[in-house]
């Protein structure tokens, strides 16, 4: 089984629409959680980090759930610049090796 | 420009030439990242150092890879005999030291897009 599971879409998501989407880890090791846009043919870039409370940026609100082992990203008022693909990482203290999702693909269409 | 660099952008190659990748980090960083991303799937680790120091690498680093970090600051990645599957593009990252409790934020770099034909 993979370490990150994403499902990729793509998501087509009208202008102002709401859209969320999860990934689920397998690994229990201590670890740290984020959310990575990446922009076509670009490097990835931290989005935000995700914290056992939640956490909210603006319209972005991300959670961790890890009794179940997933986290998710709410995007609140699609813009056409939030057209990405979110990765789902995990990173393992220490080493701080990354480990990424497929990533969710999103397309805001106006 | 501050930020991680690498060098060339785009590669192709003939199968079976050997290719050379440079990734300049953010100065003050120790960690250095070398990760393989290839069309519709996520970044994949390969290996990484702390300072001049290899300290892990993955199953995915074939012994046709190699990968350097001479003086603790750039690095380089090489593969030899190149193959049509390592066609992907090779992302740099670079942090700072992680603690037992917190995994700092990975800057990332342009990636070196490697075509084999």
């Known amino acids: 089984r993979k370490e990150v599971e994403q499902d990729p879409g793509p998501f087509n998501v009208p202008e102002g629409a709401t859209v969320a989407f999860n990934c689920t880890y397998s690994n229990s090791a201590s670890q740290s959680f984020f959310w990575y846009r990446q922009d076509c043919r670009k490097e990835p870039k931290l989005l935000m980090s995700?914290?056992?409370s939640g956490n909210e940026d603006g319209r972005f609100t991300a959670q961790l759930n890890r009794a179940s082992q997933y986290i998710s990203l709410l995007i609140r008022d699609s813009k056409l610049s939030d057209s990405a693909t979110y990765l789902c990482?995990?990173?393992?203290?220490?080493?701080?090796?990354?480990?990424f999702g497929k990533g969710n693909q999103v397309v805001v269409i106006p | 420009d501050t930020g991680v660099s690498q060098d060339p952008r785009h590669k192709i190659t003939k199968r079976g030439q050997n290719v050379t990748f440079r990734c300049d980090p953010i100065?003050?960083?120790?960690?250095l990242y070398w990760y393989r991303q290839t069309l519709g799937q996520g970044p994949e680790f390969l290996t990484y150092f702390q300072n001049e120091a290899q300290l892990e690498k993955s199953r995915l680093l074939s012994d046709r890879f190699s990968a350097e970090r001479p003086k603790g600051s750039f690095s380089t990645l090489e593969i030899q005999r190149t193959e049509q599957g390592d066609s992907a593009m090779y992302l740099c990252?670079?942090?700072?030291?992680?603690?037992?409790?917190?995994?700092?934020?990975?800057?990332f770099g342009p990636g070196t897009r490697l075509t084999v034909l």
């Open positions: 990252a670079s942090s700072l030291l992680g603690t037992r409790r917190a995994v700092n934020e990975q800057f």
């Open positions: 100065s003050e960083h120790n960690r």
């Open positions: 995700v914290y056992s």
């Open positions: 990482v995990w990173g393992i203290y220490g080493n701080n090796r990354l480990a």
